[in-house]
């Protein structure tokens, strides 16, 4: 089973800041917090990943809580191109990503 | 710089056939793993090679086997296909042994359709 809880579904309107969230309340010391997104139709695509300090890249930001039990994907200013499912996922050391359900986000003009 | 690519985009095969999927890993990585993902669903591990063994498997009868070429490219063997095979198959690299600070990259993957 997945180790992360996400709402199913959010809306943002095109140029404000997405703020998605992600619940993982059993995560181990060593587990990486990942996020990816799927557009309809293609692979997953990487977003960023963090262990305990916040990130960020030309995509987005994560911030992830100081008791690292929840963590929140930032697009600053999304566009309808960011229309998709975001999955965050727990990793421990190997490629065996558990995907849960995802948040869908739906961005509007 | 190409990504991972996988071969053929869709395919359509009939109960109780075999099918045969291709994946090139992304240039610079070594180590591929394989995906399902059933309409609406998450995609789900099926299994990892590196170094030309399966090296992790998740919980996929053994209708479904794979294999990798010494270039590490890799394919994904279906036998006696059912009605529940149809997904789309999606093929991931990575570099070991950076492993979990390392992320995997997927491509589009495969659209199987079985009838």
């Known amino acids: 089973d997945a180790k992360t809880t996400q709402p199913p579904s959010m809306d943002c309107a095109e140029g404000r800041a997405a703020n998605l969230p992600c619940n993982h309340s059993?995560?181990?010391?060593?587990?990486?917090v990942y996020w990816y997104r799927q557009i309809h139709s293609q692979g997953p695509q990487y977003i960023i990943h963090g262990l305990k300090n916040n990130e960020t890249n030309e995509m987005a930001s994560l911030i992830i809580t100081e008791d690292r039990k929840s963590s929140t994907l930032i697009l600053p200013h999304a566009t309808l191109r960011d229309t998709a499912v975001y999955y965050c996922?727990?990793?421990?050391?190997?490629?065996?990503?558990?995907f849960g359900t995802g948040t869908r986000l739906q961005v509007f003009p | 710089d190409a990504g991972v690519t996988q071969s053929p985009t869709h395919l359509i095969k009939t109960r109780g056939q075999q099918v045969t999927l291709r994946c090139s890993p992304k240039?610079?990585?070594?180590?591929v793993s394989w995906y399902q993902q059933a309409l609406g669903q998450g995609p789900q591990f099926i299994f990892q090679?590196?170094?030309?063994?399966?090296?992790q498997r998740g919980n996929f009868p053994d209708r479904f086997s794979g294999h990798q070429f010494p270039n590490y490219s890799s394919e994904l063997n279906v036998n006696a296909l059912l009605l529940g095979d149809s997904a789309l198959y999606l093929c991931?690299?990575?570099?070991?042994?950076?492993?979990?600070?390392?992320?995997?990259?997927f491509g589009n993957g495969t659209r199987l359709t079985v009838t």
């Open positions: 991931a690299s990575s570099n070991r042994p950076s492993s979990y600070n390392s992320p995997l990259h």
């Open positions: 059993t995560i181990s010391g060593n587990e990486y």
């Open positions: 240039s610079g990585h070594d180590t």
């Open positions: 090679y590196y170094e030309e063994e399966e090296r």
């Open positions: 996922i727990v990793r421990d050391n190997t490629d065996k990503l558990i």
